[in-house]
């Protein structure tokens, strides 16, 4: 079931239902080249795609390579910005940010959020730990940030099921 902090806008949700979907699609591609099991995308107010990444934690060796942080990176870059504010971005990922991911959103200046697959689904077919993230969406709106959650989630689900039964790699640390 769609989650939102604001009342469902049926026009963004489409579009949303339209650009994760696509990006669940491509993730396959991603993970087949041992990135993933995430993907994100940055656009404009003018549905200008401004970056994409995957997770690349394990190539790229670095735990703080989610998605989100490797997409929002790449928007700062090709903008050349710590602040995006001023161009009224959205950011689409796979499944839903992370601790560390939310706070990476909180401090780019994104405005509007919209995610997959839930924490707890990806907790529940991974193994991955989302992190504690008590009413994220309430102080996303105390923030003036938008959030739309649990969209696609079916396609969602299928490619973290065929991530984990195809052997790849559910980091964790030792603790
Ligand atoms: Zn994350």
């Known amino acids: 079931m769609i989650i939102s902090n604001e009342k469902i806008d049926t026009r963004k949700l489409q579009k949303a239902e339209k650009i994760i979907t696509a ?11 041992g990135s993933g099991p995430f993907l994100a ?4 107010e003018n549905d200008n795609l401004i970056a994409k990444a995957a997770n ?3 190539s790229q060796k670095c735990s703080h390579n ?8 790449a928007a700062e870059q090709a903008l050349n910005t710590y602040d995006l504010s001023s161009y009224n971005l959205r950011i689409y990922v796979t499944a839903e940010p992370c601790i560390m991911c939310l706070g990476g959103i909180m401090w780019s200046g994104i405005k509007e959020v919209y995610y997959g697959v839930s924490s707890k ?3 529940e077919i991974t193994g991955f730990d989302e992190g504690f993230k008590p009413d994220w969406l309430e102080e996303f709106a105390r923030r003036g940030i938008t959030v739309y959650g649990q969209i696609a989630e079916h396609e969602g689900e299928e490619v ?7 052997g790849k790699t559910i980091y964790k640390l030792e603790r």
């Open 66 to 73: 989610h998605a989100e942080m490797n997409t929002i990176k």
């Open 160 to 166: 973290l099921k065929e991530y984990v039964t195809s």
């Open 41 to 44: 995308a940055i656009y404009d």
């Open 23 to 33: 990006l669940q699609h491509e993730l396959k591609t991603h993970i087949k080249e």
């Open 56 to 58: 690349s934690v394990v």
């Open 121 to 123: 689904k990806v907790e």
